[in-house]
């Protein structure tokens, strides 16, 4: 009997190896999360999401011998777009975008355990208060918070795609929610 | 196909991109653990020679200190070595990080690790008597070296100061001993009186004398002791 279920991302990086063409395979299965990762970065609509989203792709291709087989596909190829995204802000000596609202403000119902039907979530102030504590956390914090709670990837992942040590991890996702929620509440007074 | 995934195969095609071989990867990898293992070894050396240096310090019993020793104990502190320690241990740290999985590590093991392994190795080498012997290469080359790591030789080749060292070039037992000292001056020693404390005190040997100069190549010895 035919096994009808999709081939593991093991499968298709070692049919990629050998044929060019199974490497679209690849990108049907990981252009959707890129794209919204990326987006999470740069801010919606930004111009250049396909282009590093490209990039990306590309470069994934190239590497595609360094990814080892034992390991999860996906943190992988998330490091390169964190990289690519990441070294795109480099050249312009710019920082990311804030979280935009929505996101931000689902990033803070999951830290605070809080029901996003609320009715605060609606509240255009609180928006603008979120925003303003999120604009106050470093880089490195809202990197966790995004791939934590936004991406809902688990600390072995993160580590994998931010380079860090696990125990490193940790500690940002934790330092991360006490900021952002200590910095909301300030805002507050 | 007929997005993204279309442009991606094109591009791949038109750019005659194909993936780096297996074999690329295994040998940075393999160079960054190399560099790292070398690191380790460096630093290992550097232990070898600070216990050198320390049980130099151990071995003269602080000859020369006076009432108010901390300057003397500070003096003895081999700085130079004890930095290039910490400069093998930061690349052993940063070597590993480029490795494959190196980023799992926490820089607080990494370092621990490192400086643990050098120092096993280095009491290792020290029993060989590599730190003595990497400190004397050093000493006879670079000048710099000699000067900075306010040598051994240095210290004790002071007549002035009582001290004198160097490799013994005659000896007429109970009397007098011919000696050079570390930078090849040629001492009459006289040992009448002196004590003698040295295991063998017989031409080719180095030796380590306290005693009064009292010429200008002529010095009175009070005792004799092993140069190690």
Do not use: C
């Not at chain 2, 071995?59 to 006076?66: K, V």
């Amino acid at each position: 009997m035919a096994d009808d279920s999709p081939p593991s991302d093991q499968d298709l990086v070692r049919a990629a190896l050998r044929d060019p063409n199974a490497y679209a395979h690849i990108v049907r299965r990981y252009e959707a999360r890129l794209q919204r990762y990326i987006a999470r970065m740069l801010g919606r609509g930004h111009p250049q999401i396909e282009d590093i989203l490209q990039d990306v792709f590309l470069k994934a291709y190239v590497n595609l011998n360094d990814y080892d087989s034992q390991r999860s596909f996906s943190p992988w190829i998330y490091r390169i777009a964190h990289n690519e995204t990441m070294s795109l802000f480099r050249r312009r000596r710019s920082m990311p975008q804030m979280l935009t609202g929505e996101d931000g403000q689902r990033v803070l119902d999951r830290i605070m355990d809080r029901d996003a039907t609320e009715e605060w979530v609606d509240d255009a102030r609180n928006e603008t208060r979120l925003k303003q504590a999120l604009s106050t956390l470093e880089q490195r914090y809202r990197d966790v918070l995004v791939l934590r709670f936004l991406e809902e990837r688990s600390y072995d992942d993160i580590a994998d795609i931010l380079q860090l040590p696990m125990g490193t991890v940790a500690t940002l996702v934790s330092r991360g929610k006490q900021r952002l929620r200590k910095a909301y509440e300030a805002l507050d007074l | 196909m007929t997005g993204l995934d279309r442009k991606i195969i094109e591009a791949i095609g038109k750019r005659g991109l194909t993936p780096r071989p297996y074999a690329y990867f295994l040998a940075r990898n393999s160079i960054f653990w190399t560099l790292a293992v070398i690191s380790v070894l460096l630093g290992a050396i550097a232990v070898a020679v600070i216990i050198y240096a320390m049980s130099d310090f151990v071995a003269t019993g602080g000859r020369g200190f006076d009432a108010l020793p901390l300057d003397d104990i500070l003096a003895y502190v081999p700085y130079v070595w004890i930095a290039t320690l910490a400069l093998f241990m930061l690349s052993a740290l940063y070597t590993v990080r480029q490795t494959r999985r190196g980023y799992r590590f926490r820089t607080l093991h990494v370092v621990s690790a490192a400086i643990l392994a050098s120092v096993v190795i280095g009491g290792l080498l020290h029993l060989l008597d590599v730190g003595s012997l990497t400190h004397r290469f050093l000493q006879h080359r670079i000048a710099l070296y000699d000067r900075l790591s306010l040598s051994r030789e240095g210290r004790l080749n002071d007549p002035d100061g009582g001290f004198l060292a160097g490799r013994l070039l005659t000896v007429e037992v109970g009397k007098e001993l011919t000696l050079q000292d570390f930078h090849g001056r040629v001492w009459t020693v006289d040992i009448i009186g002196a004590k003698l404390e040295a295991d063998v005190i017989a031409a080719g040997e180095d030796v380590a004398i306290d005693g009064t100069r009292t010429g200008l190549d002529a010095f009175e010895a009070s005792s004799v002791r092993d140069w190690d």
